[in-house]
């Protein structure tokens, strides 16, 4: 860990926020979240220790995708703000130390788009070659829907051209073809111009699906994916050098790694990449009242080139993956977290947040953003975590997890003046609905979850060996108990989580010394190479050791 590698890779113990404009701040009373809105919450998010803003998709858009179906790169979706208003928001966040990153769609437009529509109205237009065109879908290839509910082919035929389409996701979202040097260009073009703005890179959507052009015609295959990928990287390098890209690769792990770029080298492609095996063994974990599953999987974990890092997450905005578990593992999580059917999605996700999945029960919730904020990697919270936002199942689909953010109580959750009847999506009800659960509240209770995040963030922030330090799993004779400590030469940090309903005591060796609590006052001895450490049911204890 040298002081300069400290001061310029930021992202190593960054803590990003995910949210999406729309369903944050309405600032004109529209009903609508808007970069007015979302600049006036601006010292909430420094408030909270947050250093790095991620917004979903703000561009022109018919939102049948929650705006990842593009109609226009370079501007701004009206209902949400100007592009003034945008470089206001970019410049308010600067000043408040604050990063800004947001979704680059790479994969697709909207079928709406311009471009689209060119392509389909003739084989002879100058953007045909913008998408990737078949005479029949082909059998070699890419695989496997991704929305099975809406969907159930990769090909769209399109009549006016006699010809079919590539989609990887929603038909009426047709893919670019980036083995296309024109849409490789343009797409440099695309983020140039943001980080000409002041964003501070981009979480790449779909990564894998984008680079995957096997199943193209001849004319239409990358020669290496993984160039494009440095490419772009070293495009963004040139452009602004603090930018990060941060990865959606939902993969087993060796084959994310390759999204790292050299293995022997520092990182020349992702910047960070999502921990989706790390975050589905978590779940398996808590489902079992057993550490094991997550441990397996952070032996398993390989250490990311020097500059990159782990991007770790307990929720995003889409559904809650468990494509990596077994089927009886899967089942397994089902039973304990979503038995519903309405719960589930798509045969592999549940459709849920945090807090309802675990029965409303604050130990377990606070335990797992203990972990969050302890294990090594970037953490990434979506927005209303840091409160206890529930689901809202009334709502079709994903949209469930993506309801307005709620900072008072009332029908309008202090989201919106506007009628409820006009917001993009409808407020959580219930008992984790906004009288419940909400920001005023919380912000002053000491015992909130709220303070509980605001304290994990200052602890992560203050241990900085917890991202940059040599991380090993500590054995402590009980399943129940995870123990992980992160060191450096000159530091070290030991946590203790419980993940069991019983009070334990981990029986620990280590070096003599003391360990100091960093969440509470405390401290404990080690003598003769052994402490013991007491640990409440669903209970987490961060020390820091010094000899
Ligand atoms: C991944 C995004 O997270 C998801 O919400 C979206 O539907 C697909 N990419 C398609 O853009």
Redesign the pocket.
């Known amino acids: 860990m040298r002081l300069t590698d400290t001061a310029d890779l930021w992202w190593k113990n960054a803590v990003i926020y995910c949210l999406d404009v729309e369903t944050f701040q309405d600032g004109n009373g529209d009903g609508c979240g808007d970069f007015v809105g979302l600049t006036q919450r601006i010292d909430y998010f420094a408030r909270l220790g947050v250093t790095c803003l991620w917004l979903m998709p703000f561009l022109p858009t018919p939102d049948r995708?929650?705006g990842?179906d593009i109609t226009d790169f370079y501007s701004v979706d009206p209902r949400l703000g100007t592009l003034g208003e945008f470089a206001e928001f970019v410049r308010t966040a600067r000043d408040r130390g604050l990063r800004v990153i947001a979704d680059l769609?790479v994969?697709?437009t909207s079928a709406e788009h311009p471009w689209f529509r060119s392509a389909r109205s003739s084989r002879e237009s100058p953007y045909r070659d913008w998408y990737v065109w078949r005479d029949e879908p082909p059998r070699d290839g890419p695989k496997g829907v991704v929305f099975p509910d809406k969907e159930d082919s990769l090909w769209e035929y399109d009549e006016n051209t006699d010809q079919y389409y590539l989609h990887r996701?929603y038909k009426h979202?047709p893919d670019l073809n980036v083995a296309n040097p024109a849409v490789r260009d343009e797409m440099a073009r695309v983020m140039g111009f943001w980080l000409q703005l002041g964003l501070s890179g981009f979480r790449v959507?779909?990564v894998p699906f984008f680079l995957e052009t096997a199943g193209n015609a001849d004319a239409h295959q990358l020669p290496d994916p993984h160039d494009y990928l440095v490419d772009l990287r070293a495009f963004l390098a040139r452009r602004q050098g603090e930018a990060v890209l941060l990865g959606?690769v939902n993969l087993p792990y060796k084959d994310t790694m390759a999204f790292y770029g050299d293995p022997e080298g520092v990182g020349d492609e992702l910047t960070m990449c999502f921990d989706f095996v790390g975050m589905q063994r978590m779940y398996l974990a808590l489902a079992r009242g057993s550490s094991a599953p997550l441990a397996e999987a952070l032996r398993e974990r390989p250490e990311p080139p020097r500059d990159a890092q782990w991007a770790t997450f307990v929720r995003n905005?889409?559904e809650l993956t468990l494509d990596k578990l077994t089927d009886d593992e899967r089942e397994e999580v089902f039973a304990a977290f979503g038995p519903s059917e309405d719960m589930q999605l798509y045969g592999r996700g549940l459709r849920r947040r945090l807090p309802p999945m675990l029965g409303g029960d604050m130990r377990r919730v606070k335990m797992v953003y203990s972990l969050l904020f302890s294990l090594p990697g970037t953490p990434v919270l979506f927005y209303g975590e840091e409160i206890g936002m529930g689901e809202n199942l009334a709502v079709e689909g994903?949209a469930a997890v993506r309801t307005p953010m709620q900072w008072e109580p009332g029908p309008g959750a202090g989201f919106s003046t506007a009628d409820p009847e006009r917001f993009p999506a409808p407020v959580t009800t219930g008992e984790f609905g906004p009288d419940e659960v909400n920001v005023r509240a919380q912000r002053r209770d000491p015992d909130s979850l709220l303070s509980w995040i605001k304290r994990l963030v200052e602890g992560y922030r203050e241990c900085p060996e917890l991202a940059w330090g040599e991380f090993e799993i500590i054995d402590a004779g009980d399943d129940a108990l995870f123990v992980h400590r992160c060191a450096t030469p000159d530091r070290a940090a030991v946590i203790v989580h419980n993940f069991s309903d019983r009070p334990l005591e981990a029986e620990l060796e280590l070096p003599d010394g003391t360990l100091d609590d960093v969440l509470v006052d405390g401290t404990l001895s080690v003598r003769g190479g052994r402490v013991t450490v007491p640990i409440e049911p669903f209970g987490c204890r961060w020390f820091r050791h010094s000899r």
């Open positions: 995708d929650d990842y769609v994969n697709h996701f979202q959507d779909a959606e905005h889409d994903r």
